[in-house]
């Protein structure tokens, strides 16, 4: 233990921390998980700062945002859920602003108050669940509440667990449950509703849009679900293209959790389930008709997103395995066990190295490299569900009852 310590010191220590861009909505800039680099050295012993959350388990991301920190959570007794803003740089709390709910039924790894609030630099965008149905709600940066839409009832053994996020003045939410699914776009600025498209259903689905950009196309929102993956025009909703997911007859259709990423000039698409099911398929939206060119049927994540870089995709799967592969075909490069546990939070890439944490807390720091090299391993002491975030040399991480942030003052 104490090695691993000094070694994830030294390593540290030998790089001078680089400023990040904002961490502005689930998994960083446009979903990618990816930060200029280096990582932060991580000493549990040693946070820049801590603070305790309370409330239920912590599945919310944090963001950050122009030096503050933002996170949602639920209150220990279910009737409320929080939306909290802390100084980025010491942790001390600047203000927080309560929904009211109630108790409700939930998968064993979700809370209340899953999903992770977006911002574009003048607002706040959350979407709540208050126990039967689901909301957003936009706030200013001091807390106040500018708007709030209904997004009807949410049905699912599993509950909601959807982020929103932002594109050109338009807040987009993908709501998908196990008895309809819809993707809707609100206007950020009053909240009124400008378009929604209704999508076929199968099995409620937490992924969240993002933008493809293609030399010589216009911008793209991009959505995966259990059904489909769909190109829309984001300021209308106008279908560019879609590909229809088609599972074997007698298989059973799996949940799309993490959203398709764009590597090698393909879009990779992942979904599974708790009973082990697994299928992750590369589509080329360059054809006439976007195609399947490769896909795999184990190994592949379901609940954590995966990777890009370069030309190599990383992940590391629900049961502890990180691989490397390669994005236009899909051969494993490398496939090592990292953690002993179960994973739920996604990693995020940091310069080349990649965040990885497990359930029980346990923080690996893999480089994104063609060879797998074995990985330093550090243990906060706490369980660990959200993803984290990085911004301005520092890395937040979300325990069961505890943010922490590591790097520089």
Not at 61 to 89: E, F, H, M, N, W
Not at 99 to 122: E, F, I, M, R, Y
Not at 159 to 187: I, K, Q, R, Y
Not at 240 to 268: F, Q, S
Request: with cysteine.
């Amino acid at each position: 233990m104490i090695r691993s310590l000094l070694a994830l010191l030294a390593l540290a220590s030998a790089l001078a921390l680089a400023p990040a861009a904002d961490w502005p909505r689930f998994r960083g800039p446009n979903g990618t998980g990816t930060a200029a680099g280096p990582l932060p050295g991580i000493n549990p012993e040693k946070p820049l700062w801590k603070i305790e959350l309370g409330g239920g388990k912590g599945v919310s991301s944090p963001i950050v945002v122009g030096g503050k920190v933002y996170v949602q959570s639920a209150s220990a007794d279910g009737k409320a859920r929080v939306l909290t803003a802390l100084d980025a740089a010491t942790g001390k709390p600047l203000w927080s602003k309560e929904v009211p709910g109630d108790k409700a039924k939930a998968h064993a790894k979700n809370s209340l108050a899953s999903g992770t609030p977006a911002c574009d630099g003048s607002q706040l965008y959350c979407a709540w669940w208050d126990g039967s149905g689901v909301s957003l709600a936009a706030y200013d940066l001091a807390g106040q509440e500018k708007w709030s839409a209904s997004l009807g009832g949410y049905v699912s053994q599993h509950g909601p667990g959807f982020s929103p996020m932002v594109h050109d003045g338009l807040v987009f939410v993908n709501v998908d449950d196990d008895e309809h699914a819809e993707l809707v776009a609100f206007d950020a600025k009053t909240g009124q509703k400008k378009w929604f498209k209704t999508r076929k259903h199968v099995r409620a689905c937490y992924t969240t849009p993002f933008i493809l950009e293609r030399a010589g196309k216009p911008a793209e929102l991009v959505l995966g679900t259990t059904t489909a993956v769909t190109s829309y025009e984001p300021a209308t909703g106008k279908v560019n293209w879609e590909y229809p997911i088609a599972w074997p007859k007698g298989d059973m259709p799996l949940r799309v959790i993490g959203h398709p990423v764009y590597a090698g000039g393909l879009l990779v698409v992942y979904s599974g389930d708790g009973g082990g099911g697994r299928y992750m398929a590369a589509i080329d939206p360059e054809r006439k008709t976007p195609a399947k060119v490769w896909d795999l049927r184990k190994e592949t994540p379901y609940v954590p997103c995966v990777l890009v870089k370069g030309d190599k995709l990383f992940w590391i799967g629900d049961k502890g395995i990180a691989t490397c592969a390669e994005a236009k075909t899909g051969k494993a490069l490398w496939a090592e066990r990292v953690f002993s546990a179960d994973v739920t939070a996604s990693p995020i890439l940091v310069g080349d190295t990649i965040l990885m944490i497990s359930e029980k807390g346990e923080v690996a720091a893999v480089k994104a490299e063609n060879e797998y090299e074995e990985p330093v391993k550090v243990s906060l002491g706490e369980g660990v569900f959200a993803t984290p975030a990085v911004a301005d040399g520092r890395v937040y991480i979300r325990g069961v009852n505890t943010l922490f942030c590591f790097g520089k003052k």
